[in-house]
């Protein structure tokens, strides 16, 4: 089982490598991706959905899963997985999320993750798609992938008021 992760500090980090997921650290991505949601102020998990990306990442099923921290204390995480868009031979590169944990942010993770994904969609040849659901810090998040990515094309998302 892993550790507990740790309470926020909020001290700067030191660069630290990536490495690609594996089975040793299913639990504690599983617990970023429920941290992942709470932030966004979303609904509740469906936990066999996370599960079944986490080990499509884990497995590398046309899917990557690199992390940043030890099996036990996992500082940020990304999913890449490479999915059709409309056609059957029309393929993308998809970055399903890139999360850094809240004690890390002060730190280049969120950077050496997307530079990851680019190296990914340079080598593989596909188009990488990246979007942003978040309900904090929304500007610094857009000024870093528009840095990297360019100009967005934007996505907008709306959730239905609840009818009682």
Known sequence: MNAPL?????EPQPDREI??????????????????????????????????LVDRGLARERAVLPVIGERDD???????????I???DDYWLAEIWNYVRPDSRISAYG?????????CADRSGLELSASIVANDR????LRMYE????????VFAYRPKVLT
């Open 111 to 119: 950077r050496q993750l997307l530079r990851f994904a680019i190296e």
């Open 6 to 10: 740790r309470p926020a500090t909020f």
């Open 86 to 88: 409309y056609y059957p």
């Open 138 to 141: 929304l500007d610094g998040k």
């Open 19 to 52: 490495r690609i997921a594996d089975a040793g650290d299913r639990s504690c991505v599983i617990e970023l991706c429920r941290r992942l949601r709470e932030e966004g102020g979303a609904p509740p998990l469906a936990i066999p959905e996370v599960e079944r």
């Open 147 to 154: 840095r990297f990515l360019g100009a967005p094309r934007c």
């Open 74 to 84: 996992l500082r940020a995480m990304m999913l890449l997985i490479v999915d059709e």
